[in-house]
């Protein structure tokens, strides 16, 4: 049988595994290390590094060496992320032809994909070495909380790498597969893993007959241990500042020696109370003379420095556990993941939360690139009982009319799934609707990550809302989403499948959603809406008629100037409310709104 | 009922207590659920719970119960599901054995008709646990990685949907709040189902009631059967007092029958009037003339006796009902009153009365029911409630078109469908998305010409319109 390899493509370390003779190991690279760095440079002489070898040229030929990449994957150039790596990164971040984003290495520009290809193509040769034969297949990790762009973005990197990537899958999904395999438990378990560059909370259910039921996952894909070492190089840079009048960010070596000490101290601290940071020759000072940085970093200092962002991994757990609709009590197991879970105070902070002690004997460096090999074994062999069933972690949905986010599949939805809903056309005589597909958890469309769209036309000519659009929603088991729209009158039918990123920044789509706003659909409205929307609608007449009267009146006072911008807002509110036809919003503004009525009425007939 | 059971140490609801005082060895399930004005099936329900209580036995009761149940829906296996579909899909080339194809098919065909319980093969009060532990039985095998990258033709969408479906059941199942309106969405089904099952009934007992008559004509010197097994009429309700209500009902009872009831006694229901057994007499001096005559009058008396006794008891449970405010129970005595009494014009109205107001309550139950099915994409439910509307409702253009519409996207009969989208196109001929509908079945049917007249029909009202153009190129001349 052919062998599938599984491989943990980490913001700072990758590590790769596979299933021999029925049991999970991790396969050690050619300098011994379990865990390969994910790091890419491009020497003087042209040549690639990949790994430890990277790291170790990474401060004489900082610019030309790539670390977390993996921060970049799938993005758009305009996002605040990437605008936060150019800041802070010591390589070159440049604009790519389609707002998407590209390195600088000796005067080459790559895209991130390939830079991600060149991690992933060194894990596939520490493979085969091992194995003694060729390898063609794996399944790849991302952060649970990415979205489709990235994942996208990640398995193109691996078909650079001549990988076939057969299954995308969670990390944290894999941390719990590893856990579970071969325990023959039945329990809830919850994984928090905090990496380099990502957090990611997700709880599963492990039952009989070899299934992993993942019930809600959660996290941040731009929070990780890279954060926490940004915080020590702030507080350095700061101080030197003070101390020299220097800015230390001006020069890229200095940058990059800052973060190794950084990094470096951040993870003595885990063992120790307190540490030197000792860089001399950091820089010179105008006048020729060398500079020394050397300062002491106390572990509660460092706890200081990043308080708010644990906490923020424990906000995320919390909603989490809203989300699957659980009590922490009923989480019987605590797996802890990635590196940052060593450092003290997170491990007492997530103690603290769940009220239990995490799980001692899962390797946190190793666990996701087992579970990755696990699956891989799983879907090759018939024989194995495993399955594993996971969910989306983000609502998709297409824009509708008022810039409207209209999910038909919820965040958290087991795949394979599918789900139909009916719109209705948005305005009159409209013949063709654009299908809008996009992602993510706000209401409003455009703070959401655009998919895909394609248009439906020959629609019939009819007055809004006369029309119904049937649109339907599929996730099948690869994790492919495809999207269908139909004309239920004529039975007229378009589809795509989303697999392609689109390349388009945040502006582009705020223009599009402007252009688009004729072709729109519609929520199809209920007989309820309908009611209190003529309801407010009447009351926002009475009052808009009365507003100049009753400025006149009360203008002259504080009171009643308060009161016009009360009234103005509830019936802005309200207008609102009826855009989105939000039943609650209407019924709950159509008091608001009989009130300012009442109250208008009174003035203008007091006087 | 068993003897020596003291009924007040069970743990029985008000409803299980006044149900079990209706038993009395002969009232059929139907008889109980038309007097109490209980739906027939939370009898049923709260008969089941008797019989495993001890408290009732088998009998009159446990086999209606069982004439009820007659397909059967206690805990059923995936395989159990009825599902009808062409065999040769089974035939199919892939590389799932027969078996699992079989599984599919079975699984994938009975998705529409079942509900979340049965589909997971579970009882309606399964906890936690048990919906887990099925929902993992029953939906893990159609998870098509359980075949990864196995040729699976058509059977991988199937499974997909077998899949989605079971986890749909799963995950509303788990979610209490959803949970409890899925179960007011059955209730729902199983009261328009138990009103269903009346009104077949009422039909039943007015044939029955009919030949009862027939039989007291032809046979003389038999006394006429009594038409059901019969129990005393519905208790009242608990705020008006029994005895004022029943002189209530019988002085409505007597005004629409024109003064001719007999007076009824009220508690002990309505037994056969006594009627004088008759012999003939060979040898009286009276001509063979009058000798007949004397006899038909007292056929007849006996036969409209008997007849006015059936009708005043009909009439009188139908004022009953409405005085609870259920009109299908007063619709159903009625129908049986007026097909004993065609020539009472008081009673026509009455039941033509009644009969508007059942009407209107099971359009509406039936219209609830077709809105939420055809929201999930139930067409073949949403189909047959749409068809009860319609029925209900012949003058409701949107009735008959979503019947028409939903009968096409169920796979219904296309002939049935037409007929209700050419109903709706009268109504409303004006209305293009009705000539639509009737168009696209016509297309359906394989009658491209009759499609073409309605959407010519329909070019004429509005010229310009690009769809009817549309679908208009689309026919083959
Ligand atoms: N002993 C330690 N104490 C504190 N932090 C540590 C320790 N060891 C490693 N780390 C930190 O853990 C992070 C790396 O963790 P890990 O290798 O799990 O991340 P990754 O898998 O590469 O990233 P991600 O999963 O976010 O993509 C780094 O920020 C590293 O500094
Ligand atoms: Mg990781």
């Not at chain 1, 991130?112 to 297949?137: F, N, R, T, W």
């Not at chain 2, 008891?313 to 009109?327: H, L």
Request: net charge negative.
């Amino acid at each position: 049988m052919e062998k599938v390899i599984g491989i943990d493509l980490g913001t700072t370390n990758s590590c790769v595994a596979i299933v021999e003779n029925g049991s999970p190991v991790v396969i050690p690279n050619r300098g011994g290390y379990k865990t390969t760095p994910s790091m890419v440079a491009v020497t003087e002489a042209g040549k690639r590094l990949v790994g430890h070898i990277a790291k170790r040229q990474a401060i004489t030929n900082a610019e030309n060496t790539v670390y977390a990449a993996k921060r970049l994957i799938g993005r758009k150039w305009n996002s605040p992320q990437v605008k936060n790596a150019v800041a802070t990164s010591s390589y070159r971040i440049v604009e790519g032809p389609h707002a998407d984003v590209r390195i600088v290495l000796r005067d080459k520009e790559f895209s991130v994909p390939e830079i991600s290809a060149m991690v992933l193509q060194e894990m596939k040769v520490i493979a085969e070495d091992y194995l003694g034969e060729p390898v063609s297949k794996a399944v790849v990790t991302v952060p649970a909380y990415f979205n489709d762009n990235q994942r996208q973005a990640t398995k193109d990197a691996g078909e650079i790498a001549g990988l076939d990537v057969i299954r995308i899958i969670n990390e944290p999904t894999a941390a719990a597969l590893s856990y579970g395999f071969g325990r023959n438990v039945e329990k809830t378990v919850a994984v928090y893993d905090f990496g380099g560059g990502t957090f990611d909370i997700s709880i599963l259910e492990i039952g009989a007959h070899g299934v992993f039921k993942v019930v809600a996952t959660a996290g941040d894909t731009f929070l990780g241990g890279e954060d926490v070492d940004a915080r020590i190089i702030d507080w350095l840079v700061s101080g030197f500042k003070d101390e020299h009048t220097i800015d230390l960010r001006q020069d890229r070596m200095a940058l990059q020696r800052l973060k190794d000490a950084a990094e470096k101290a951040k993870c003595e601290l885990s063992g120790v109370k307190e540490t030197e940071i000792n860089l001399p020759f950091i820089i010179s000072s105008g006048r020729n003379e060398a500079l020394h940085l050397q300062r002491q970093l106390t572990r509660q200092t460092l706890e200081e420095l990043s308080v708010d962002l644990i906490e923020r991994t424990i906000d995320i757990c919390k909603q989490t556990l809203d989300d699957a609709k659980l009590d922490k009590d009923e989480i019987e197991e605590v797996i802890l993941v990635g590196g940052m879970t060593r450092m003290p105070k997170i491990q007492e902070a997530v103690q603290g939360f769940f009220e239990r002690e995490p799980c001692k004997g899962v390797h946190p460096d190793e666990v996701v690139a087992l579970g990755a090999g696990i699956q891989g074994a799983a879907l090759i062999d018939d024989k194995q009982e495993m399955i594993l069933l996971d969910v989306t972690p983000h609502a998709l949905g297409i824009m509708t009319f008022g810039n409207v986010f209209e999910e038909l599949i919820p965040a958290n939805t087991t795949v394979p799934t599918h789900r139909q809903k009916i719109f209705t056309t948005s305005r009159d005589n409209q013949t063709a609707v654009k299908i809008i597909v996009m992602q993510g958890d706000s209401q409003k469309a455009d703070e959401n990550e655009l998919l895909g769209e394609f248009i439906l036309s020959g629609i019939r000519r009819a007055a809004k809302g006369q029309v119904e659009i049937e649109v339907t929603f599929e996730i099948n088991a690869d994790g492919i989403v495809s999207v269908r729209a139909k004309d239920l009158e004529t039975g007229l039918e378009q589809s795509i499948q989303v697999t392609a990123t689109s390349g388009l920044t945040r502006d582009e789509i705020k223009a599009m959603v402007d252009n688009a706003k004729d072709d729109l659909l519609d929520r199809r409205s209920s007989d309820e809406i309908e009611a209190a929307k003529q309801e407010a609608q009447k009351l926002i007449a009475d009052i808009e008629k009365l507003f100049p009267q009753v400025q006149q009146i009360v203008a002259s006072s504080d009171f009643g100037r308060e009161a016009i911008d009360k009234a103005k807002a509830v019936v802005e509110k309200a207008k609102q409310a009826i855009d989105r036809k939000d039943l609650a919003a209407i019924k709950e503004q159509i008091e608001g709104l009989s009130r300012t009525q009442r109250m208008f009425k009174g003035v203008v007939a007091k006087t | 009922m068993i003897p020596g059971v003291d009924v007040r140490k069970l743990p029985l609801t008000p409803t299980d207590g006044y149900l079990l005082t209706r038993v009395n060895g002969q009232a059929t399930v139907g008889d109980i659920a038309r007097e109490t004005g209980v739906w027939e099936q939370e009898v049923v329900e709260s008969f089941e719970k008797l019989v495993q209580l001890n408290v009732v036995t088998f009998g009159s009761v446990e086999e209606a119960i069982a004439a009820m149940k007659k397909p059967a829906p206690a805990p059923l296996k995936a395989a159990v599901l009825s599902a009808a579909y062409d065999p040769a899909m089974i035939n199919e080339v892939c590389d799932l054995d027969t078996e699992q194809r079989k599984r599919v098919l079975d699984l994938f065909f009975a998705l529409e008709d079942n509900d979340y319980y049965t589909l997971l093969g579970i009882a309606k009060d399964a906890d936690k646990k048990g919906i887990k532990k099925a929902y993992y039985e029953v939906a893990l095998p159609m998870h098509p990685d359980k075949f990864f990258r196995k040729a699976l033709g058509t059977f991988k969408p199937k499974m997909e949907a077998v899949f989605a479906k079971l986890t749909l059941a799963h995950d509303t199942l788990l979610d209490k709040e959803k949970r409890v309106e899925y179960d007011i969405y059955l209730k729902d089904v199983a009261h328009t189902k138990g009103m269903e099952a009346m009104l077949a009934r009422a039909m039943e007992e007015a044939r029955a009631a009919q030949d009862a008559l027939a039989a007291t004509v032809n046979t003389p010197s038999v006394m006429p059967p009594p038409v059901a097994p019969s129990a005393p009429p519905a208790a009242p309700a608990p705020t008006v007092d029994p005895a004022v209500l029943q002189a209530r009902k019988s002085a409505l009872a007597a005004r629409l029958m024109g003064g001719r009831q007999r007076p009824t006694t009220a508690n002990t229901g309505f037994a056969p009037q006594p009627v004088p057994e008759v012999k003939l007499q060979p040898k009286v001096q009276q001509s063979s003339t009058e000798a007949m005559d004397s006899l038909r009058r007292r056929y007849d008396d006996r036969l409209s006796s008997a007849k006015d006794a059936q009708v005043a008891k009909y009439v009188t449970a139908a004022e009953g009902s409405i005085a609870k405010n259920d009109w299908v129970a007063a619709a159903n005595a009625y129908r049986v009153a007026m097909d004993l009494a065609p020539d009472n014009t008081e009673v026509h109205d009455r039941a033509r009365y009644a009969q508007t107001e059942a009407n209107k309550i099971l359009a509406e139950s039936y219209q609830k029911q077709a809105i939420y099915d055809e929201k999930n994409e139930r067409w073949t439910e949403a189909a047959k409630a749409w068809v009860r509307v319609a029925k209900l409702k012949p003058e409701d253009p949107n009735a008959n078109e979503r019947a028409a519409f939903t009968l096409g996207k169920a796979d219904g009969d296309i002939r049935e469908a037409a007929a209700y989208a050419q109903a709706a196109v009268n109504l409303q001929p004006q209305i293009l998305k009705h000539r639509i509908t009737l168009a696209n079945l016509y297309m359906a049917a394989g009658k491209p010409a009759l499609a073409r007249r309605e959407l010519e029909g329909a070019a004429q009202i509005a010229p310009g319109d690009a769809v009817v153009q549309a679908m208009l190129k689309r026919i083959p001349k």
